[in-house]
């Protein structure tokens, strides 16, 4: 029983090795960008979104993961259920999302904080139905990419460098070191991020592969 599942962990892990790199360098990318000072919108040093930043690529790199794992033996049982479960995945998060009054935690900035970090879960635990195989590698994936910008977002609230990784909402409270980490840097990387990758990844992967192989299909029905 070894064996497959040492021998399923070394696949994974080759198959995002280079994605994981790639990642890695435009993370670094970003933060150099950052320090220097280079130009809007492409490092942007507050909140918002910046076009050089590494959400972008998890959709990307979903659909690359999709079509490898479609020519292997760890493709879905069906294409157009995972693609049904990937979409509604986030069907249910934005549902949810716009539910938080119904709960009572619109007013609480921890509560929409939990809140947001559950309902990206929730939707990629959905998602997870359609396809094991793309859920678990870009679970791998996620944390490859997000375990060192956790690591950059510590030493960079520590030293206040002002760039994104040290950003903080104008409504949170004022709070030493290691809570402001904890509640800005390590939860929403390892969790939200991550399931956010998780989410966007499995939707458009599954939607191109499922279109990939209706092509292919098509291409080998007799004339």
Do not use: C
């Not at 990307?60 to 020519?71: E, S």
């Not at 069906?78 to 990937?86: I, K, L, T, V």
């Not at 991020?193 to 998780?198: K, N, P, R």
């Amino acid at each position: 029983m070894e064996a497959p599942t040492s021998a399923a962990r070394a696949s994974v892990l080759q198959l995002i090795l280079v994605p994981a790199v790639i990642t890695l360098g435009v993370s670094v990318l970003r933060l150099v960008g950052e320090l220097l000072g280079w130009p809007r919108p492409w490092f942007n040093r507050g909140m918002g979104a910046s076009i050089v930043g590494i959400a972008w690529l998890a959709p990307v790199f979903g659909i690359y993961f999709a079509l490898r794992l479609a020519k292997s033996d760890q493709k879905p049982e069906s294409f157009g259920r995972a693609a049904w479960y990937a979409i509604l995945g986030v069907l249910v998060l934005v549902v949810l999302a716009f539910a938080p009054s119904l709960v009572g935690i619109e007013h609480s900035f921890y509560g929409r904080l939990l809140y947001g970090w559950t309902i990206f879960v929730v939707g990629a635990l959905v998602a997870w139905r359609g396809w094991p195989a793309l859920f678990k590698t870009l679970l791998v994936y996620g944390y490859a990419a997000r375990v060192p910008v956790a690591i950059i977002m510590f030493f960079a609230l520590r030293g206040n460098w002002g760039t994104h990784y040290d950003a903080v909402p104008p409504d949170f409270p004022a709070m030493s070191l290691m809570p402001k980490y904890l509640w800005l840097g390590f939860f929403p990387q390892l969790v939200l991020w991550v399931a956010y990758t998780i989410l966007s990844g499995m939707l458009l992967g599954t939607i191109v592969a499922s279109i990939a192989r209706l092509v292919k299909l098509e291409r080998e029905a007799p004339v």
